[in-house]
């Protein structure tokens, strides 16, 4: 895929980033980080934007741990039903 520039702002600051991701998609991770600094700054009352950034990050990451862990638990359930769903149908046929 071809690497484009993209023009963003975060936090106050502007970058110019290549991504091989459309724009639009690459507008919705940077409003989705923004908006999260600013939940940050607002809650912390901090200034120091390294310190609002490595906080915003550490939030991020909790919430997609959490969202993976969902995602297995959903898939095991999921797995466990098919399973079950097999084994009578096998009982059923057999």
């Known amino acids: 895929m071809v690497k484009r ?8 600051q502007r970058y110019s980033l290549k991504s091989e991701f459309p724009e639009e998609q690459v507008k919705k991770v ?5 908006g999260k600094m600013r939940e940050v700054a607002e809650s912390t009352k901090s200034v120091d934007s390294l310190h609002i950034a490595i906080l915003t990050a550490l ?3 909790q ?4 969202e993976k862990g ?3 638990e959903l ?10 769903l097999e084994e009578f149908i096998s009982l059923k046929m057999g």
Not at 5 to 12: Q, R, S
Not at 75 to 84: A, E, G
Request: charged fraction near 35%; hydrophobic fraction near 35%.
């Open 70 to 72: 969902n995602k297995e």
């Open 5 to 12: 520039n993209v023009e963003v702002e975060i936090f106050g």
């Open 30 to 34: 940077v409003a989705y980080v923004d």
């Open 63 to 66: 919430e997609y741990l959490q």
């Open 75 to 84: 898939l095991q359930r999921i797995k466990d039903k098919t399973d079950r």
């Open 59 to 61: 939030n991020i990451a």
